[in-house]
């Protein structure tokens, strides 16, 4: 099992930065433009009082090596579903494989700090699992380079961003 923390520097507040990040249209334009996803699609959405849920469909543009492009097919797709929980101002997530979702598990938690009075510190907890016999071990640390790839990207739309402002 892979288990790993991935931390940027963000030039907002923490409250203009989950105002980004709980955004549907600027994650779906950040997924899809800095991420080059094929897909990256709100299918249901709740807010409430005390936390806001999202599911979304994906379609990660992602290079497998061999063993593993094959195991998880052409059509990879996968569904992610987040909880931000509004008191502790956590967000976690889970996301579900089109194939193998019974042998690759995915799921994290999202945390901001303050950094002074404008900054804040994006903190991403993540925790990757492939029980799939002989390519487990490459499956996971496949996954986390491509996490790792991805959370430098988000932080760069987010600071591209918040030097615009958040409105």
Known sequence: MGKFAITHELNGTESETWALLLDDAFMGETYVQALEYPEWTVVERNEGSEQTTRRVAMQPKRAFPGPVAKVLGSGYREFEESTFHISTRVWEWKRIPSTLADKLSQSGVVRLEPI????????????????????????????ERAYREEADKVAASLNERLAKGTA
Not at 118 to 143: N, Y
């Open 116 to 143: 002074g009075d404008t900054k804040s510190r994006l903190i991403s907890e993540i925790k990757i699992e492939a029980k799939v016999f002989g390519i487990g071990g490459l499956m996971e640390s496949t996954f």
